[in-house]
């Protein structure tokens, strides 16, 4: 069958199955997903949504076709943010959900990411099912006939009961605080302007004209640049395709990434008594300097690989309500179970207007970020590169050459054939000399 994957290479990746749609993720592949995740659940319905991407569509009716050739009913929720599926596939009958969206990834990708019943993502081993299923073609299954086969039933509420339950979330409104929101023509691109222009804030919408081809197309939270040039002396807040990031800016044009928001929270709601177990669960990206700020105020970080599934599991582990990642991932336990970005925004903004101090005022105080260069250099093949002696001498170079005053962060995208090399340093310049040189080494090896 075209796009089944081939032997040996896993299909899953860190967030779910992604490829070059109608290539790597074709509609056939998209079919034999539905009806192996169906034949694991012994009813339904699947709820299932995407971003604004041209083959979603496509996507998402081969998966659901799967869903019903096994019985499996689904509730089409049609273009709904990541948490917003997350949400409704919790709080509603269904006994899984999906999402068809490639996130932060361009127009010309897709993914397939399913979840459990209580709107988490699923885990390796439920993954692992799935696969083993897939690749099992042939092998017998359930056929049901009549009135035994699935069938469609579009949710027409799903984005009015979405921002609904995101405004009842919020402890205060907005009036008088001004917005600029960058939707990046993904599947917030109704959703946030409704939200927050429900919460009464001075809202100006940018990137909220999709295609299905201009997703994440210079916009969005992978280029936070075009906000800040439209912000001016206003709070911005952008989104990825699905939405389960955020980045905001403040009124000075400066960025505030995951680190920072979590920062702001943290303090916030630490000086309250309102962050359980004072805790934080972060990834092995995050910022030299939001370490040291959260020891300052005496809150410990609990820190896992990369991935907001992992970040959920460290929190589950640790009891933590307050969780996430730098590139805006960020966890809310006790009103999400993924990242959400417009929860994100939410409390974010609650902080803002529940001490009436301005974001820029915040984020100074939050933390104070270490230099940090990120190269991701195109491989052919991400696996190997740490075991090559030349990158590992380039990398043992760089960090003697930092000490305690900075670190190396070397490692493969899950989601992308890039090698991902992070320095940070006291000095930006020593950053950038290390990371480059790196990435350098990295590069001719993988030529």
């Not at 997350?86 to 899984?96: D, E, F, K, P, V």
């Not at 056929?143 to 984005?159: K, M």
């Not at 995208?413 to 991902?420: D, N, W």
Request: charged share 25%; hydrophobic share 40%; proline share 2%.
């Amino acid at each position: 069958m075209q796009g089944l994957p081939i032997a040996g290479e896993r299909l899953f990746g860190t967030d779910g199955v992604r490829g070059l749609a109608n290539i790597e993720l074709t509609a056939d592949l998209a079919l034999a997903l539905g009806r192996a995740a169906g034949s694991l659940v012994s009813i339904g319905p699947a709820l299932v949504g995407r971003d604004t991407r041209r083959s979603g569509e496509m996507l998402s009716l081969a998966l659901q076709a799967g869903f019903h050739s096994v019985g499996i009913d689904t509730v089409d929720v049609g273009v709904l943010t990541a948490g917003g599926i997350s949400h409704l596939t919790a709080t509603g009958s269904a006994t899984i959900g999906a999402v068809v969206s490639a996130s932060h990834n361009p127009a010309a990708d897709n993914g397939i990411k399913f979840l459990t019943d209580d709107g988490t993502k699923l885990s390796d081993d439920g993954e692992s099912a799935i696969e083993a299923k897939v690749r099992a073609v042939g092998s017998g299954g359930r056929y049901p006939v009549g009135e035994g086969v699935g069938t469609r039933f579009p949710l027409e509420s799903a984005l009015d009961d979405y921002v609904d339950y995101l405004a009842s979330v919020a402890t205060y409104t907005y009036r008088g605080l001004g917005l600029v929101l960058d939707c990046a023509n993904g599947a917030a691109y109704r959703a946030a302007p409704a939200l927050f222009r429900k919460l009464r804030a001075d809202v100006t919408e940018m990137a909220t004209e999709p295609d299905g081809t201009n997703i994440n197309l210079e916009c969005g939270s992978t280029h936070p640049e075009f906000l800040v040039a439209q912000a001016e002396g206003r709070i911005g807040l952008a989104f990825d395709g699905d939405a389960d990031r955020l980045i905001a800016v403040d009124e000075d044009g400066e960025v505030v990434d995951g680190d920072g928001v979590m920062a702001i929270v943290a303090r916030h709601w630490k000086s309250q008594g309102k962050l359980k177990n004072d805790l934080v669960v972060s990834t092995v990206m995050a910022n030299l300097g939001f370490r040291q700020a959260m020891d300052e105020i005496g809150v410990q970080v609990i820190e896992t690989q990369v991935g907001d599934r992992y970040v959920l599991e460290a929190m589950r582990q640790h009891k933590a309500v307050l969780g996430g990642e730098q590139s805006g991932h960020v966890i809310f336990l006790d009103k999400g179970r993924t990242g959400d970005g417009l929860l994100t925004g939410v409390r974010l903004l609650d902080v803002v207007a529940g001490t009436g101090r301005e974001l820029r005022d915040l984020r100074r105080e939050a933390m104070t970020r270490f230099p940090q260069v990120l190269v991701n250099v195109e491989v052919a093949d991400r696996g190997g590169f740490e075991r090559n002696r030349q990158v590992r001498e380039a990398i043992t170079e760089a960090e003697e050459g930092l000490g305690e005053k900075g670190r190396v962060l070397v490692r493969a995208s899950g989601t992308e054939p890039v090698v991902r090399v992070m320095v940070e340093a006291a000095l930006q310049e020593d950053a950038r000399r290390y990371a480059d040189e790196i990435a350098r080494v990295i590069a001719d090896v993988g030529r």
